[in-house]
């Protein structure tokens, strides 16, 4: 009679030891993507600092609005494409 409760048990514990594994391997994702979302933020506040670029990005326009998505959806790499973008004229629109 004790071994159905064993069983219980130890499928308890390999459930509970699966679902652990499986938050940190989602919570370390995680951090890598914030950091990287930061980081472009980052990157376009500095070059906007240095009058490299004219990126809006506090301002209620569209263009803020395309900012803000772009670089929450692709981090660095998002905003070096904004960057090279309005070096170049094109962006804002």
């Known amino acids: 009679m004790a071994i159905p409760g ?10 509970a030891i699966l679902i652990a594994y499986v938050l940190y391997k989602a919570l370390k994702t995680t951090k890598k993507l914030a950091v990287n ?10 070059t906007n600092l240095l009058g490299l670029t004219s990126i809006p990005l506090f301002s209620l326009s569209f263009s ?23 070096i170049f004229g094109l962006f804002p629109f």
Request: proline share 0%; net charge negative; hydrophobic share 80%.
């Open 64 to 86: 803020s609005l395309v900012t803000i998505i772009v670089t929450a959806l692709t981090g660095v790499f998002g905003a070096l494409v904004l960057i090279v973008l309005n």
């Open 37 to 46: 979302i930061i980081v472009g933020f980052l990157l376009i506040l500095v």
């Open 6 to 15: 064993l069983f219980v048990d130890i499928i308890l514990i390999v459930l």
